[in-house]
Structures are given as structure tokens and as C-alpha cells.
T-cell receptor
Framework: DAKTTQPNSMESNEEEPVHLPCNHS???????IHWYRQLPSQGPEYVIH???SNVNNRMASLAIAEDRKSSTLILHRATLRDAAVYYC???????????????FGQGTILTVHP | NAGVTQTPKFQVLKTGQSMTLQCAQD?????MSWYRQDPGMGLRLIHY???????DQGEVPNGYNVSRSTTEDFPLRLLSAAPSQTSVYFC?????????????FGDGTRLSIL
């Protein structure tokens, strides 16, 4: 699986935008970029995913670099409930037995200050 | 819509005891999987299933058995619990095991083996 690199931690103030970066320089052409988050004492929660174009949904926006070697998860107005560990994960149709697996790295711990 | 439901939420076992962690989803998803999460580590895949009657091993399958007799249910069995199996267990499902599908996680079962 292609590797992703994220900062260990980031901080934000409530109601300010948050930009969470992810580097994935070895991404293949068919890898989708997925973001999940895990709130304290809960299971991971799907946030957003994309392939080449920027994506928006009710939770966040995903900005993907033109060369696809990096991406940024954007929370437009952080709330205290957004404090979580955010994981950037690449998923490709590698076939065989690995295509359903999510490989979680260490993620970015987001702290939101009131 | 309940999503992915895991029971029990907490369990304490003695070494050598057996138990079954239950997982059910009501979204008619083909793919289901089990992960474990240990302190300071990412989630690791234990077993997965691509449909009723089909299961396969993930990266850490030793000590665990699974079966998939229905689309909805994917129980995880510990035949002889060991302290090394103390962990938080998450069940996940997705519609199809393709790279552009999001996974939905349960809230986890926190298991302690004494």
C-alpha cells in the first residue's frame, strides 16, 4: 500500500477553518484518497474521499493537488466536536485480498480550543 | 437506520475463556471486517468477509475465528482468550469492497483479558 504522511498534531480555535495536510508521494493512478476521523472512545467515521477533483460534502472539503502527491482536508468552521484523530488513507483496487483493507497510520490529532 | 451494531460494548474475561463478539449491519453491505486497536497503534485487520459464506484472514488472524452465515451478521470468536487479546475491537462494513466505497464502523467492543 502506498504510504501517507501526516503531522502528528494540529491545533485550531473554534469557528476557525482547519486545513489538515497529507502527503502521499507514491500514490498510484487508481488510488482513491480517503479521510476518516476517530472521536474519543468511538469507532472511526468516514469523512470524505476523492480521486482527482476536489470534493465537498456536509462534513468537509477535500482539496487534491494537481499531481495528486498531496491533499488537504478542510473543515470550514471547526467546532469542539471536531476534536479527533484524522486519518488520511489511500485505497486502490490492487485486487487479491487487500482491496477492502484500510491501513490506518498514526493520523493527526486535532485539538480545538474554545 | 442503525448502521453497524456491536455487542457487547464492554467485556472482561479470564484467560482461557471463550466468547463471541457480535456484529450486525442493516445496510445490506457485502463486505464486513473486524479490526483491533491497541493503545497508540492504528487499527489492524483481523478477518474479513466479501459475502455470506466467504471469509478470509487479515493481518492478525491468530486466535480468532469468524463465520458469515447471513449478509447481516459477522461474529468474531475467541476460542481461548489470552491477555494479548486485550484490545478494542471494531467491526466495519461497506457496500462492496471497491476502492471508492466508504466503510462504516461500529462503536467498538472494549475487551479485557485477565
Amino acid at each position: 500500500d502506498a504510504k501517507t504522511t501526516q503531522p502528528n498534531s494540529m491545533e485550531s480555535n473554534e469557528e476557525e477553518p482547519v486545513h489538515l495536510p497529507c502527503n502521499h508521494s507514491t500514490i498510484s493512478g487508481t488510488d482513491y484518497i480517503h479521510w476518516y476521523r476517530q472521536l474519543p472512545s468511538q469507532g472511526p467515521e468516514y469523512v470524505i474521499h476523492g480521486l482527482t477533483s476536489n470534493v465537498n460534502n456536509r462534513m468537509a472539503s477535500l482539496a487534491i493537488a494537481e499531481d495528486r502527491k498531496s491533499s488537504t482536508l478542510i473543515l470550514h468552521r471547526a467546532t469542539l466536536r471536531d476534536a479527533a484523530v484524522y486519518y488520511c488513507i489511500l485505497r486502490g483496487d490492487a485486487g487479491g485480498t487487500s482491496y477492502g483493507k484500510l491501513t490506518f497510520g498514526q493520523g493527526t490529532i486535532l485539538t480545538v480550543h474554545p | 437506520n442503525a448502521g453497524v451494531t456491536q455487542t457487547p460494548k464492554f467485556q472482561v474475561l479470564k484467560t482461557g475463556q471463550s466468547m463471541t463478539l457480535q456484529c450486525a449491519q442493516d445496510m445490506n453491505h457485502e463486505y464486513m471486517s473486524w479490526y483491533r486497536q491497541d493503545p497508540g497503534m492504528g487499527l489492524r485487520l483481523i478477518h474479513y468477509s466479501v459475502g455470506a459464506g466467504i471469509t478470509d484472514q487479515g493481518e492478525v488472524p491468530n486466535g480468532y475465528n469468524v463465520s458469515r452465515s447471513t449478509t447481516e451478521d459477522f461474529p468474531l470468536r475467541l476460542l481461548s482468550a489470552a491477555p494479548s487479546q486485550t484490545s478494542v475491537y471494531f467491526c466495519a462494513s461497506m457496500l462492496q469492497p471497491t476502492s471508492n466505497q466508504p466503510q462504516h464502523f461500529g462503536d467498538g467492543t472494549r475487551l479485557s483479558i485477565l
